[in-house]
Each structure stands twice: as structure tokens, then as C-alpha cells.
Nanobody, 126 residues
């Protein structure tokens, strides 16, 4: 069975960095994205990696976060630099089998993703 398992979350001070990992066993050439959800807020897209290698980032994290994938190791990563308190959230990796995900600009469309990891918590203190 396909499985997504996040890791790498933790507590850091503002301005610090964290790298999240998502073991994506069972996924081959799937579009993948990172989402996050803070308490009391809706889940939001953070970063996306399309099957053609293009990336998309939420405005709030643009320039600070980088999404990448190690295909050989089946690991999706999210490098987070210059973290802000507003980045505090549970972070989830997700995958979509849709080949039209990026063409239709649905990289951050939650319903388009039906495979999700369990999440890893990121807490940024001021």
C-alpha cells in the first residue's frame, strides 16, 4: 500500500530552520505538496512539486521554503528557513495521482489530494 510518513518537525526559535521529510513509499511520479494547518485555521497549501519538476509556493513562505524530492530514496522534503511564529502548524505531505493537477492550478486544492501523511508538528517561538 502507498504510504506517506512525515518527520522532522520540532520546536525552533524565530529565524531558525527545519527540514521536514516525507517518506513516500509506493508513489511513482505523483504530484506532491506540503500543507499545513494551525489550530483554528483551515488547512492551507505551502509548497508543491509537479510531475514536471515545477514548484509553487504560498506567498507567505516564498523565498524561505524549498520543496524537493529524492526519487531514489522516495523522500519528499521541505526545507524551511527563516521560520516565523506564523509558520507554527501541523505540516502534512500529500500526493495526487492527477496528471492535470498543476495544469489546472490545483496544487493547493485540498480535495485534489486523497493521500495524506499523519503530519508533523512545527512550533516556532518568537
Amino acid at each position: 500500500q502507498a504510504q506517506l510518513v512525515e518527520s522532522g518537525g520540532g520546536s525552533v526559535q524565530a529565524g531558525g530552520s527545519l527540514t521536514l521529510s516525507c517518506a513516500a513509499s509506493g508513489y511513482i511520479n505523483w504530484s506532491v505538496s506540503w500543507f499545513r494547518q494551525a489550530p483554528g485555521k483551515a488547512r492551507e497549501g505551502v509548497a508543491s512539486l509537479c510531475t514536471d519538476g515545477t514548484t509553487r509556493y504560498a506567498e507567505a513562505v516564498s523565498g524561505r521554503f524549498t520543496i524537493s524530492r529524492d526519487n531514489a530514496k522516495n523522500i519528499l522534503s521541505l526545507q524551511m528557513n527563516d521560520l516565523k511564529p506564523g509558520d507554527t502548524a501541523m505540516y502534512y505531505c500529500a500526493a495526487s495521482w492527477s496528471r492535470y493537477l498543476c495544469a489546472s492550478a490545483k496544487q493547493f486544492d485540498e480535495p485534489s489530494f486523497n493521500h495524506w501523511g499523519q503530519g508533523t508538528q512545527v512550533t516556532v517561538s518568537s
